[in-house]
């Protein structure tokens, strides 16, 4: 028996055209005054207006923080935090892809707390309460509005720091497929994938648990049947809203359990060689599973089981290896290489990366022990 402790902590308020509940879901929490923290790509197709406008219908002050890039850094959550100071906000929304709610998150961490977000890199660092935040995802990829996670990249050293503490978890996250329509297909594809990754990774993770594995199962159902709907069809809404719960589900999966080597070889790719975090994933995940399928094989055959007749779906019979097949060719169809060889990474560095991989806190709870040689070989099997 595995003991668990489930504390929700976010309301999910799912459908198309909820982005219009966005100022009086602020107003139950008792909010007049409001940052929003959003990205110019998000900005830029009038998604980020939709919600000011829903602010300002109910009432509520607003002001908007644009200072977010891919992969947020500590300058981005400074800049935030300094703008914060000044308008004094009673609740932040993020609004965008993981970036702008992990840099949401961020900039409540310094404007509650103080000091710099190297102060919160690890879990539950910070000391007083927080500001309510709603998170208003635009993306359906890093589940990070259900997640108490920031990821913040150092300005200097580009070290990711994750910063982790339950109060800087969403209140609400506020889900409406309809702003996830017009990402660009590369987004829709690594983003996708990474959900997918999320999914499978926790179902297998040493900390799995019965609420964990509720929600990996759910979100495995919602996103690999989904995800190859919303690449052929970008304006499918149905689809597009399976893949936004999928994530969010895999968000929560996360937040209940844990990730594995997957995501450990995936980062050394994406600080050394930029490799952008989906793909990276992509790149290594069915070379994960089928090295974790040698333990945990029936584990992969029991999820199949779920699937078990629908169409296109792997058969349990085929195990690790035919899910192993299946998230390749979900990479394939993604349009994204296979190959760590096609992706410029250098051969004679791989030893090199397993170093680095070794020192990632996920690998960890890879359900087979991974160290230093077994994620050197990973590497070459996806060389
Ligand atoms: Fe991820």
């Known amino acids: 028996m595995v003991p668990f402790d489930y504390y929700p902590r976010t309301r999910i308020v799912f459908g198309p055209g909820k982005v219009e509940m966005l100022g009086q879901l602020a107003g139950e929490l008792g909010a007049r005054r409001v940052l929003?923290?959003?990205d110019p790509g998000v900005i830029g197709v009038g998604h980020t207006a939709l919600g000011l406008a829903a602010l300002a219908s109910a009432g509520i002050d607003t002001q908007l923080f644009d200072g977010v890039v891919e992969n947020p850094t500590t300058d981005n959550v400074e800049a935030g935090a300094t703008l914060a100071r000044r308008f004094e906000p009673e609740l932040i929304v993020g609004f965008g892809g993981g970036s702008s709610m992990d840099c949401a998150k961020g900039i409540n961490f310094l404007h509650t707390g103080g000091g710099r977000i190297q102060d919160y890199w690890g879990t539950g660092k910070a000391t007083r309460p927080m500001l309510p935040m709603i998170a208003v995802p635009t993306t359906a990829g890093t589940g990070s509005e259900t997640q108490s996670f920031a990821l913040i990249s150092d300005a200097q050293t580009h070290v990711k720091m994750a910063c982790g503490d339950k109060k800087a978890s969403f209140r609400i996250a506020l889900l409406d497929p309809a702003l996830t329509v017009t990402q660009p297909q590369r987004v829709t594809a690594l983003t996708g994938i990474d959900a997918v990754a999320h999914a499978l990774e926790t179902y297998v993770c040493r900390v799995r648990n019965p609420a964990s594995l509720a929600f990996s199962r759910e979100a495995w159902l919602l996103l690999a049947d989904n995800f190859q709907r919303v690449l052929d069809d970008p304006t499918d809404l149905s689809a597009r809203g399976g893949m936004q719960l999928g994530a969010c589900f895999a968000g929560l999966a996360i937040e209940n359990s844990m990730l594995g080597a997957a995501h450990a070889l995936a980062n050394p790719l994406t600080t050394t060689y930029g490799i952008p975090h989906g793909h990276a994933v992509g790149l290594a995940l069915p070379h994960v599973i089928r090295f974790n399928g040698a333990e945990v094989g029936a584990w992969y055959h029991d999820l199949l089981e779920c699937t078990a007749g629908s169409n296109g779906y792997p058969s349990p019979e085929s195990g690790a290896d035919g899910l192993a097949d299946f998230v390749s060719a979900l990479v394939r169809r993604a349009g994204l290489a296979e190959r760590l060889s096609e992706c410029g990474v250098e051969h004679d560095r791989l030893g090199e990366l397993a170093t680095e991989a070794a020192r990632q806190w996920t690998g960890g709870?890879?359900?087979?022990?991974?160290?230093?040689?077994?994620?050197?070989?990973?590497?070459?099997?996806?060389?």
């Open 365 to 383: 709870f890879n359900p087979r022990k991974v160290g230093e040689a077994e994620l050197r070989s990973l590497y070459e099997a996806a060389f």
């Open 36 to 38: 929003v923290v959003s």
